[in-house]
T-cell receptor
Framework: AQSVTQLGSHVSVSEGALVLLRCNYSSSVPPYLFWYVQYPNQGLQLLLKYTSAATLVKGINGFEAEFKKSETSFHLTKPSAHMSDAAEYFCAVRLIQGAQKLVFGQGTRLTINP | DADVTQTPRNRITKTGKRIMLECSQTKGHDRMYWYRQDPGLGLRLIYYSFDVKDINKGEISDGYSVSRQAQAKFSLSLESAIPNQTALYFC?????????????FGPGTRLTVT
């Protein structure tokens, strides 16, 4: 069975600092991987996705993530945090074959300090 | 107008009551999903439907039922609501086929069962 683990339910960084949100997955077959963002009182919005093409994926709002098969990781980064990045972030995995169900991690709440 | 809409956006109900949450989409997608979000648990899949005649249970379907009235409409029912069904509920849609990757989320329905 596939699963997703996000390390750290809360991450706090200063404005202008590096953002690093960690995601590890377990899957017996190659997966598709996603990062979603949820702003307060809103639904989830896709930040970026890995679909077995380039391992370094660039998304919206300056975020990027790197798929590392040897480490079963898909960490999300942004070089310089902005106050508007404060939100909850979810990593999700979907098997390439079979039912297109997403399995989500538990979420990481990102706080940006001025 | 939003592509995926949910009604109501907020609902407070009493234990034992029947309640229906509705989802409509204008994206023309075949596939629709219901998730619930609980703090620290991420999103968990309740039911999903690949077309009007294809409905499947997710990981936490007990206590819930669904109806796919048309391609564009997918309703979630709580036959007899209980307090631990208090959560944020999201509807999502996606295209059919292996080449579809992204799920598009509605704004959510906050349900409180007292």
């Amino acid at each position: 069975a596939q699963s997703v683990t996000q390390l750290g339910s809360h991450v706090s960084v200063s404005e202008g600092a590096l953002v690093l949100l960690r995601c590890n997955y377990s899957s017996s077959v190659p997966p598709y991987l996603f990062w979603y963002v949820q702003y307060p009182n809103q639904g989830l919005q896709l930040l970026l996705k890995y679909t077995s093409a380039a391992t370094l994926v660039k998304g919206i709002n300056g975020f990027e993530a790197e798929f590392k098969k040897s480490e079963t990781s898909f960490h999300l980064t942004k070089p310089s945090a902005h106050m508007s990045d404060a939100a909850e972030y979810f990593c999700a995995v979907r098997l390439i074959q079979g039912a297109q169900k997403l399995v989500f991690g538990q979420g990481t709440r990102l706080t940006i300090n001025p | 107008d939003a592509d995926v809409t949910q009604t109501p956006r907020n609902r407070i109900t009493k234990t034992g009551k029947r309640i229906m949450l509705e989802c409509s989409q204008t994206k023309g997608h075949d596939r629709m999903y219901w998730y619930r979000q609980d703090p620290g648990l991420g999103l968990r899949l309740i039911y999903y439907s690949f077309d009007v005649k294809d409905i499947n249970k997710g990981e936490i379907s007990d206590g819930y039922s669904v109806s796919r009235q048309a391609q564009a409409k997918f309703s979630l029912s709580l036959e007899s609501a209980i307090p631990n069904q208090t959560a944020l509920y999201f509807c999502a849609t996606s295209e059919g086929g292996l080449s579809s990757y992204e799920q598009y989320f509605g704004p959510g329905t906050r349900l409180t069962v007292t």
